[in-house]
């Protein structure tokens, strides 16, 4: 069974804010080359913030910009923990990440849910605009690519060469003079800002915003990360870019035909963990064998047109 | 020749109270005069390595200080140091960023003393110098600067560690047995090329090396260590007729490694 058009078009729409959280652990997983599990709490900070501002009757836009500041820091944070306090990073983004949970109530003003079905959000005003069956599929592809602009453009200046580097070799990056955990700390405080702002657009666009709705989104993150390099490639920064954002899409279209296929809702999770397994074994065979990779690239494409 | 570097007493335990108690260097004085280029050999564990870390910052000394053209640099953090030198160490992976091209890297070395701020990373004018200056090195790196790191050898990274470590002409160069993971042919060139990032412009070195051969034909002084203490110090005439041989009978050298 395939899926709707329609439900193609929703996993499209759903796929651009995913690829913002993507390019987020992009940042900290590939560039900083640092697990950062903040993420789930991070993402959900920014639901919160998006949401408190819209149902207050705040400037959607501004509440975006709000969700992706209240994302970066809990970033920072983790970096705090890990460059000043010496915390292993994978325990410093747990800690935060806990911690969160307990902010995030507070931000929500202890209520575990909040609705924004009579609110402003960016995705009402945007159907005002255009034809609604597209809107916000526009609204989100306009964002993306700013993002990734924006994003390129930082790691070609002489400060984004550095903040590359930290990830690749440390003691290179000391000996040219400069401090690797203010590296971290603006990474950290980078990605999560990034997470932040999927979680502010994600919270507007389902229009409402839940307290447990973190769970799991570091994974579909990476999951989205080495999916879009197993089939996109990773030779050019720009590739990798546009490779992680549409590892998110195509990630999202391939848990919609999950569900489609007869899964529960419920096992959505589950089924997270899968792709996550697979495609990373996808990645360990390209490294021994590219033509095995390429192989079965090909077939995952095809499964995805069909 | 104004003194460049001057280290006073310098003391580094490891481990200090346990049973795997180290000392690594104990209370070692060394002066260095502007343009030496001074060798250092020594067994495993004589703390060559630890000295050179300590000048670098890696490690934080528990005694002594260490002033380097007038400024005390015994507090300061290793990548505020780094401004004053260059560095190649042992291991040709720890040099480069793998994962970014040959321009890239050269062009994070390149902007060491520079604001690390929002300009391009790389402009066209850097690239035609460092295509100029890498041809100097007769690798053929020129006509790879946008190749990643990681597909160059082991030899042609040491060159170019080497030569992003020369290239922002700092006050010290620090190398660290920077040929001993490397073949013959591809160690003599790197050292061919060390003496050049040396001389012109010269350069304060201090390089330590396994090999006593080369310690005695590369540059102009020599120090010997062992068990965290300098034992021998020289240059000009009496390093002139220094041999090997004599190095060994004179300080009971028994690792068939420095022999080669």
């Given at each position: 069974m395939i899926m709707t058009f329609a439900a193609f078009l929703g996993s499209l729409e759903l796929g651009m804010i995913y690829a913002v959280l993507a390019l987020g652990v992009f940042l900290s997983f590939r560039t900083l080359n640092m697990p950062d599990l903040t993420v789930d709490g991070s993402i959900v900070t920014g639901m919160a913030i998006s949401a408190v501002i819209c149902a207050g009757g705040g400037n959607p836009f501004l509440a975006l910009i709000g969700a992706a500041l209240g994302g970066a820091a809990a970033g920072l944070i983790t970096g705090l923990l890990h460059t000043k306090l010496k915390i292993q990073a994978i325990l410093a983004g747990i800690l935060v990440m806990l911690a969160a949970y307990s902010v995030n109530l507070r931000i929500m003003g202890k209520t575990p849910n909040i609705p924004l079905t009579?609110?402003?959000?960016?995705?009402?005003?945007a159907d005002g605009i255009l034809p609604p069956k597209y809107a916000g599929i526009v609204l989100g592809l306009v964002i993306l690519i700013i993002i990734i602009a924006l994003l390129y453009m930082f790691l070609e200046t002489r400060l984004g060469f550095v903040f590359r580097a930290t990830g690749d070799n440390e003691d290179m990056v000391k000996a040219c003079g400069v401090s690797c955990d203010n590296m971290k700390l603006l990474g950290l405080a980078l990605s999560n800002g990034l997470v932040g702002l999927a979680g502010g657009l994600l919270a507007q666009n389902q229009a409402f915003a839940d307290i447990n709705s973190?769970?799991?989104?570091m994974v579909i993150g990476l999951a989205s990360v080495i999916l879009g390099e197993v089939i996109f490639g990773t030779k050019t920064l720009m590739r990798r870019l546009v490779a992680a954002s549409l590892g998110a899409i195509l990630y999202r279209i391939l848990l919609a035909q999950a569900l489609y296929v007869g899964m529960e809702s419920t096992d959505m999770k589950l089924v997270s963990a899968i792709i996550v397994v697979i495609a990373l074994t996808l990645g360990l065979l390209g490294e021994k064998s590219s033509k095995l990779t390429r192989f079965s690239a090909k077939f995952i494409k095809r499964r995805v047109q069909r | 020749m104004k003194n460049l570097l001057e280290i006073k007493d310098i003391t580094k335990v490891f481990g200090e109270g346990t049973v795997n108690e180290k000392v690594a260097l104990n209370s070692v004085s060394l002066t260095l005069r502007e343009g030496d280029f001074v060798?250092?050999?020594?067994?495993?564990?004589?703390?060559?390595?630890?000295?050179?870390?300590?000048?670098?910052?890696?490690?934080?000394?528990?005694?002594?200080?260490?002033?380097?053209?007038?400024?005390?640099?015994?507090?300061?953090?290793?990548?505020?140091?780094?401004?004053?030198?260059?560095?190649?160490?042992?291991?040709?992976?720890?040099?480069?960023?793998?994962?970014?091209?040959i321009e890239e890297n050269l062009a994070i070395a390149y902007y060491k003393n520079r604001s690390r701020g929002l300009s391009p990373g790389i402009t066209s004018k850097d690239r035609e110098l460092f295509r100029e200056k890498l041809s100097m090195l007769e690798?053929?790196?020129?006509?790879?600067?946008?190749?990643?790191?990681?597909?160059?050898?082991g030899g042609q990274r040491q060159a170019l560690t080497l030569f992003m470590a020369a290239i922002?002409?700092?006050?010290?160069?620090?190398l660290d047995e920077h040929t001993a993971a490397l073949d013959p042919?591809?160690?003599?060139?790197?050292?061919?090329?060390?003496d050049r990032c040396a001389e012109d412009p010269k350069l304060c070195t201090?390089?330590?090396t396994h090999n006593m051969k080369d310690a005695l034909k590369h540059g102009n002084r020599t120090i010997l260590m062992k068990d965290g203490r300098i034992?021998?110090?020289i240059s000009g005439e009496e390093r002139e007729q220094m041999t090997v041989e004599k190095l060994i009978e004179k300080f009971s050298i028994d690792n068939d490694r420095m022999l080669l």
């Open positions: 009579k609110s402003t959000t960016v995705y009402k005003i973190g769970t799991g989104m | 060798t250092v050999i020594g067994n495993n564990g004589a703390g060559k390595s630890t000295l050179l870390n300590c000048i670098a910052g890696v490690y934080a000394i528990d005694k002594g200080s260490i002033v380097l053209d007038d400024k005390d640099i015994t507090k300061l953090p290793e990548h505020k140091r780094a401004r004053w030198m260059g560095r190649v160490f042992q291991d040709p992976l720890k040099g480069t960023a793998f994962d970014m091209t690798m053929g790196l020129e006509d790879k600067m946008t190749q990643k790191v990681k597909l160059l050898s922002t002409e700092p006050k010290l160069l620090l042919a591809a160690a003599s060139k790197v050292l061919a090329l060390t201090l390089m330590i034992v021998m110090d």
